[in-house]
Nanobody
């Protein structure tokens, strides 16, 4: 159906930068949104950033101004550029397909579910 493959991540020091990628394959010829989530040890998974099928973006307050989400519609890849990283950004990061927030979209996805997740990418920021 739909597969999400993540790449990027790694370890950096405080203030450093990393860029994550999430490539979608399968039946992606429809309108869907994408989000990045993260989960730190002992904490619940939290929303980080999202981009809709029209390219509109949104961010969690904790990353706004430091992270940038973008997409390449040709390669069906979503990116998360992370700058000025802090130790509290340390987490496993996941990308996920999302049901569009708009009630009407150009090409509705006829997937059984929008619950498609990437495999996860570790980001570690040391002080």
């Amino acid at each position: 159906e739909v597969e999400l493959v993540q790449s990027g991540g790694g370890s950096v020091q405080t203030g450093g930068s990393l860029k994550l990628s999430c490539a979608a394959s399968g039946y992606t010829y429809c309108s869907y949104d994408m989000s990045w989530y993260r989960q730190a040890p002992g904490k619940e998974r939290e929303f980080v950033s999202g981009i809709d099928y029209r390219g509109r973006t949104r961010y969690a307050d904790s990353v706004n101004g430091r992270f940038t989400i973008s997409e390449d519609s040709v390669s069906n890849t979503v990116y998360l550029e992370m700058n000025t990283l802090k130790p509290e950004d340390t987490a496993m990061y996941y990308c996920k397909t999302e049901r569009p927030r708009d009630s009407v979209v150009p090409v509705p996805c006829r997937w059984p579910s929008f619950d498609h997740w990437g495999q996860g990418t570790q980001v570690t920021v040391s002080s």
